[in-house]
């Protein structure tokens, strides 16, 4: 199983303040993906394929990486980013998440 | 637009069989994959399993001899089976859809608490 181990576990970031999000596999992964989850509603897609935003994403965010090291990248940190983001990689079975990292407005 | 909606129960005895079922509106479930997702308390995602267009099953290792996924393609629903549940199946349950890229639509979500 690959374990997906993300940094920071929490953190907060003021508005316009540029804010990276790390998550470090195990094993070697083809791609990564990030998700977006705000309280109670349900994750959404943010990036596939390690860089492709998703449809309706702002461009303020993107992914990068290969192999073992990956990172989801906010340009400029606005009030609604607020929110739980999880790395899952999609390259073996059984397919896993990170543990999350919980981004506060400061 | 695709759509998903899962329901169930929301509590359930330990030692009994949790099911949950996911309808789907706005895209066939006999194409692309179709799994199960859960969120316990503290944020721990896990991967649980999936069905495929054709049928065919792959379940989380750790889940394998307790979980069934199974479908019904005239009602375009597909169904979570989890045996012999424990306090420790307590969470929020997800079902989404696998779009060839990623987990791409997800449902609201079901919390399913494991209490006597």
């Known amino acids: 199983e690959i374990v997906l181990t993300q940094s920071p576990t929490t953190m907060a970031a003021s508005p316009g303040e540029k804010v990276t999000l790390t998550c470090l596999a195990s094993?070697?992964?083809?791609?990564m993906y990030w998700y977006q989850q705000k309280s109670s509603a349900s994750p959404k897609l943010l990036i596939y394929y390690t860089s492709i935003l998703a449809s309706g994403v702002p461009d303020r965010f993107s992914g990068s990486g290969s192999g073992t090291s990956y990172s989801l990248t906010i340009s400029s940190m606005e009030a609604e980013d607020a929110a739980i983001y999880y790395c899952?990689?999609?390259?073996?079975?059984?397919?896993?998440f990170g543990a999350g990292t919980k981004l506060e407005l400061k | 637009e695709v759509q998903l909606q899962e329901s169930g129960p929301g509590l359930v005895k330990p030692s009994q069989s949790l099911s949950l079922t996911c309808s789907v509106t706005g895209y066939s479930i006999t194409s692309n994959y179709w799994g199960w997702i859960r969120k316990f308390p503290g944020n721990k995602m896990e991967w649980m399993g999936y069905i495929s267009y054709s049928g065919s099953t792959s379940y989380n290792p750790s889940l394998k001899s307790r979980i069934s996924i199974t479908r019904d393609t005239s009602k375009n629903q597909f169904f979570l089976q989890l045996n012999s549940v424990t306090t420790e199946d307590t969470a929020t349950y997800y079902c989404?859809?696998?779009?060839?890229?990623?987990?791409?639509?997800w449902g609201q979500g079901v919390m399913v608490t494991v209490s006597s």
């Open positions: 094993s070697s992964v083809n791609y």
């Open positions: 899952l990689q999609l390259t073996s079975t059984p397919y896993t």
């Open positions: 989404a859809r696998y779009g060839g890229s990623a987990f791409d639509y």
